[in-house]
């Protein structure tokens, strides 16, 4: 399975868990007056939409490079992040203000069942948040990772929620709004998190130099090609899920033009055919200095 089918299959389940968790935490927060849940109903609602347009994202990064995109179409799946990071942002911002009006006006304590509710929805979005950064790592997705993060901030949101419900239940009196400042402080981990997804996919724009591993790994397979007897510079750039290369490669002086430009071309054959989703590398030719 390539990795784009396992991002848009990872996908589909973030989509289908997020459906069903909105409404078991809307329905459980009106029938268990807890303003808590249904924030993180609301979060789950935000995430739906989130992971549709990651979806939209990887079905636009799968077509194939053209005259007016040489490099494909990959740079979409940080554009589709940023929109992303709106909704977390948004989200936390309606459930701060709706927060504030909880605490402001005087409503019942949430019923005890609430915690049973949020404990299997905290263990459910951890496990999804593990299995959706694992699928993301693996297929080199920002999207992917965004989407997990999702899942993380969820899971923040239910322990806040469960701990402002257990304060109310547990003092009683008084107490009543212990789970409308939970949400309120789960507010402030979303915009933390928003950030967290935010800056890297800044840095995949910007063309952040963070791929150290990788240029080793190119200069090490590089070596592996007779005739390179070494590597200058390598600059790498990531367009979605896959990376392209400009690599200046050193060779004896003395062999001829047609030498040199073949020679090029196994170097990149080498290196695409042996680096996972290294799609494109530029050759740049440079004679050894210490050639005689």
Same mark, same amino acid.
């Given at each position: 399975?390539?990795?784009?089918?396992?991002?848009?299959?990872?996908?589909?389940?973030?989509?289908?868990?997020?459906?069903?968790?909105?409404?078991?935490?809307?329905?459980? *927060?009106?029938?268990? %007056? #807890?303003?808590? &849940?249904? @924030? $993180?109903?609301?979060?789950?609602?935000? +995430?739906?939409?989130? =992971?549709?347009?990651?979806?939209?994202?990887?079905?636009?990064?799968?077509?194939?490079?053209?005259?007016?995109?040489?490099?494909?179409?990959?740079?979409?799946?940080?554009?589709?992040?940023?929109?992303?990071?709106?909704?977390?942002?948004?989200?936390?911002?309606?459930?701060?203000?709706?927060?504030?009006?909880?605490?402001?006006?005087?409503?019942?304590?949430?019923?005890?069942?609430?915690?049973?509710?949020?404990?299997?929805?905290?263990?459910?979005?951890?496990?999804?948040?593990?299995?959706?950064?694992?699928? *993301?790592?693996?297929? %080199? #997705?920002?999207? &992917?990772? @965004? $989407?997990?993060?999702?899942?993380?901030? +969820?899971?923040?949101? =239910?322990?806040?929620?469960?701990?402002?419900?257990?304060?109310?239940?547990?003092?009683?009196?008084?107490?009543?709004?212990?789970?409308?400042?939970?949400?309120?402080?789960?507010?402030?981990?979303?915009?933390?998190?928003?950030?967290?997804?935010?800056?890297?996919?800044?840095?995949?724009?910007?063309?952040?130099?963070?791929?150290?591993?990788?240029?080793?790994?190119?200069?090490?397979?590089?070596?592996?090609?007779?005739?390179?007897?070494?590597?200058?510079?390598?600059?790498?750039?990531?367009?979605?899920?896959?990376?392209?290369?400009?690599?200046?490669?050193?060779?004896?002086?003395?062999?001829?033009?047609?030498?040199?430009?073949?020679?090029?071309?196994?170097?990149?054959?080498?290196?695409?055919?042996?680096?996972?989703?290294?799609?494109?590398?530029?050759?740049?030719?440079?004679?050894?200095?210490?050639?005689?």
């Amino acid at each position: 399975m390539s990795n784009l089918q396992t991002a848009i299959r990872t996908t589909y389940f973030s989509i289908a868990g997020n459906v069903v968790l909105a409404l078991v935490k809307a329905l459980s *927060g009106i029938f268990g %007056h #807890s303003y808590a &849940l249904i @924030a $993180d109903s609301i979060e789950s609602t935000t +995430d739906i939409l989130a =992971s549709l347009l990651v979806l939209v994202g990887f079905r636009y990064a799968r077509r194939p490079a053209d005259a007016n995109h040489p490099y494909g179409h990959g740079k979409i799946e940080p554009l589709i992040t940023f929109v992303v990071v709106a909704f977390l942002v948004t989200s936390a911002t309606v459930i701060a203000i709706e927060s504030v009006h909880k605490i402001r006006t005087p409503h019942e304590a949430p019923e005890p069942w609430t915690l049973l509710v949020l404990a299997v929805i905290i263990i459910w979005k951890e496990l999804s948040f593990r299995l959706v950064m694992k699928r *993301g790592k693996e297929t %080199h #997705s920002s999207s &992917l990772k @965004a $989407d997990a993060w999702h899942h993380r901030s +969820d899971a923040i949101t =239910s322990v806040m929620a469960f701990l402002g419900i257990g304060i109310a239940l547990t003092l009683g009196e008084g107490f009543e709004t212990a789970d409308d400042w939970a949400a309120l402080l789960a507010s402030g981990f979303i915009l933390y998190n928003s950030y967290l997804i935010f800056r890297p996919a800044l840095g995949e724009i910007m063309d952040e130099h963070v791929y150290d591993d990788l240029i080793e790994e190119i200069r090490e397979r590089s070596l592996e090609v007779p005739g390179i007897r070494g590597t200058e510079k390598c600059h790498i750039r990531k367009a979605g899920m896959r990376y392209l290369a400009d690599l200046h490669a050193i060779v004896d002086g003395a062999i001829t033009v047609h030498e040199g430009h073949d020679l090029a071309h196994k170097l990149k054959d080498h290196l695409v055919e042996s680096i996972p989703n290294l799609a494109q590398v530029l050759i740049h030719i440079e004679p050894d200095s210490t050639s005689t």
